[in-house]
């Protein structure tokens, strides 16, 4: 029988094991348990809980967790629900982890609103060794691949890294280029000007940040807006157009 608070203080020492931040969690008691839900429409849950949720079609949510085992293990089942004008079917979570990494999967079969409808959306992260790798991808209703995007966070030291793979950015049915001439470094403890440049043909996205003065930065050139709008299966002209342009954000120095 474990504490609410001790429950808290072990699964954010399981999360330190595989990515640590600045914050340092105080030591807990060993805590194992298993859980199994049935998740089912009641009124707590539609009018008091989530009011917005008219639709919801039970579910399942199970796992255990082994704090000195370094173990946790979640599965999450939604088959249907629907929250204001937004309809999501077949929403499935898997979390699995042991000593060495932790494992994010989420898949997603339709999400339908008013203009918009998105298949075969699927979400996978991984985390270990203070690194945390993501994946999002998209496939149309023929099962064709229409978005695929990575990236990589590390925190070395006490700084935070971010990186494009090359190789690996489906947008709107075309791959792009990736150019990134070392890791993005958002702190005003790095030293150099780092750019990430993300093309295909004439249009360009280009991402800068710079730590004297620590600015950050967003360019457009040439940006056909039907790449975004092309992931709606609906409104497939919902944005038209090209895009050039300029963004900047200034940070306050310590």
Do not use: C
């Amino acid at each position: 029988n474990s504490s609410l608070a001790n429950v808290s203080s072990s699964f954010k020492n399981h999360i330190s094991h595989y990515f640590q931040t600045d914050t340092v969690f105080h030591d807990s008691q060993p805590t194992t348990f298993d859980f199994n839900f049935s998740l089912k429409k009641t009124d707590l849950i539609t009018n008091i809980i989530v009011p917005g949720l008219s639709e919801f079609r039970p579910g399942s949510l199970l796992g255990r967790f082994d704090s000195e085992a370094q173990i946790l293990d979640v599965g999450l089942d939604m088959y249907h629900f629907k929250y204001g004008s937004t309809v999501v079917d077949s929403l499935s979570l898997l979390v699995n982890s042991d000593d060495s990494n932790m494992i994010i999967t989420s898949n997603i079969a339709e999400i339908n609103s008013n203009n918009t409808q998105i298949n075969n959306l699927v979400i996978a992260a991984e985390i270990a060794e203070n690194t945390i790798t993501a994946e999002v991808s998209a496939r149309d209703s023929t099962g064709r691949e229409n978005y695929f995007l990575t990236g990589m966070v590390a925190k070395r030291d006490s700084l935070y890294q971010f990186e494009v793979p090359g190789d690996s950015l489906i947008l709107s049915y075309q791959k792009w280029e990736v150019a990134q001439n070392e890791p993005m470094v958002f702190s005003h403890m790095s030293s150099d000007t780092t750019k990430l440049v993300l093309s295909q043909n004439q249009q360009s996205i280009t991402i800068s940040y710079s730590p004297k003065p620590q600015m950050a930065s967003l360019a457009f050139k040439s940006f056909q807006l039907h790449t975004i709008s092309s992931a709606l299966e609906k409104e497939k002209d919902l944005l038209t157009g090209k895009l050039d342009g300029y963004l900047s954000i200034a940070f306050e120095q310590d």
